[in-house]
């Protein structure tokens, strides 16, 4: 059962470029959204996150975008640079789940010269 | 400060080989994981404790024990490896935020063959 369903699985953009990733959910219960990336080889590290009583948060070059009536939130990648090619998962966990986090499936992203 | 940390970096079992996975953590975090990460899916829950002296299943617990030995240490068990839990395992800690959300810190995962 995909609690969370991100795309696209594979992005590939130009240096400088806007990188854009989304992500669903279902479960209105969730109230903590975080994004994480991932390089080849290493464990996952946060990057960003939004609870649902803001619409956009921004930290400086990834914006997270969240619409609550949509159930849908996106990171925004701005003047993507190639050491931003790396894997990035969204996520979602709910109050009094154990802080627990159901992932999506991941986005490859390369960033190209 | 190490983080999380995670032993053994690799692992090749045969099919019906039993190991334990460790990890430590020198944060001070009260809450622990055991996620399994396979192409294409993305990482799932296997265990979690969200403090010591308690362990609870996650998503995909078959086949898995854990152990929570003290505050700083979670170690999950293969009794009977089998080949589908070839896999990269990633053990993660969690802080409580300002803003009661809890911020999980992954270590470098194992990644183990099971032939």
């Known amino acids: 059962q995909q609690q969370v369903k991100q795309s696209p699985q594979s992005l590939i953009v130009q240096k400088g470029g806007i990188s854009i990733i989304n992500c669903a959910y279902e479960?209105?219960?969730?109230?903590?959204f975080p994004w994480y990336q991932q390089f080849p080889g290493k464990g996952p590290a946060l990057l960003i996150a939004i609870r649902p009583d803001v619409s956009e948060k921004k930290e400086g070059r990834f914006t997270i975008s969240f619409n609550k009536s949509a159930k849908q939130f996106s990171l925004h990648i701005m003047d993507s640079q190639p050491g931003d090619s790396a894997t990035y998962f969204c996520?979602?966990?709910?109050?009094?789940?154990?802080?627990?986090?159901?992932f999506g499936t991941g986005t490859q992203l390369k960033v190209e010269l | 400060n190490a983080g999380v940390t995670q032993t053994p970096k690799f692992q090749v079992l045969k099919t019906g080989q039993s190991m334990t996975l460790q990890c430590a953590q020198d944060m001070n975090h009260n809450s622990m994981y055991w996620y399994r990460q396979d192409p294409g899916m993305g990482l799932r829950l296997i265990y979690y404790?969200?403090?010591?002296?308690?362990?609870d299943k996650g998503e995909v617990p078959n086949g898995y024990n854990v152990s929570r030995l003290n505050k700083r240490e979670f170690s999950l068990r293969l009794e009977s490896a089998a080949p589908s839990q070839t896999s990269v395992y990633f053990c993660?800690?969690?802080?409580?935020?300002?803003?009661?959300?809890?911020?999980?810190?992954f270590g470098p995962g194992t990644r183990l063959t099971v032939t």
């Open positions: 996520a979602a966990s709910m109050k009094g789940g154990g802080n627990k986090l159901t």
């Open positions: 404790s969200a403090s010591e002296g308690t362990t």
């Open positions: 479960n209105t219960a969730f109230d903590y």
């Open positions: 993660a800690s969690s802080r409580r935020t300002a803003d009661n959300s809890y911020e999980q810190y």
